[in-house]
């Protein structure tokens, strides 16, 4: 029902900034809330942020609020994660997320997934 597609994934110095994009479609996508988790090499999945497509306001984890942004674009069909002040520790792969229910996209549970972009931060 819902397809998600990723990209904007790279290299960047300490500091520096990156824009995740995700593009997605679907016949209801637009009832789906959407969602950015992370995963590094030998770590836990990491919720990132979550942002429902009725409403602007969106949801961070602790460890990234006041660096990333979470936004749409004016259709409504693509999300964006502007990434300011990177640090190593953001180094992961980046999956964007959809789910009915922002409880499963917060848990790391979501129904609908992208194929990753890797972010890497060198120090």
């Known amino acids: 029902q819902v397809q998600l597609v990723e990209s904007g994934g790279g290299l960047v110095q300490a500091g520096g900034s990156l824009r995740l994009s995700c593009a997605a479609s679907?016949?209801?996508?637009?009832?789906?809330?959407m969602g950015w988790v992370r995963q590094a090499p030998g770590k836990e999945r990491e919720f990132v942020a979550a942002i429902n497509w009725s409403v602007s306001a969106p949801y961070y984890a602790y460890p990234v609020k006041g660096r990333f942004t979470f936004s749409r674009d004016n259709a409504k069909t693509t999300v964006y994660l502007h990434m300011n002040s990177q640090k190593p520790e953001d180094t992961a792969v980046y999956y964007c997320a959809a789910d009915t229910n922002v409880h499963n996209v917060v848990g790391g549970n979501s129904d609908y997934w992208g194929q990753g972009t890797q972010v890497t931060v060198s120090s």
């Open positions: 679907g016949r209801t996508f637009t009832y789906y809330v």
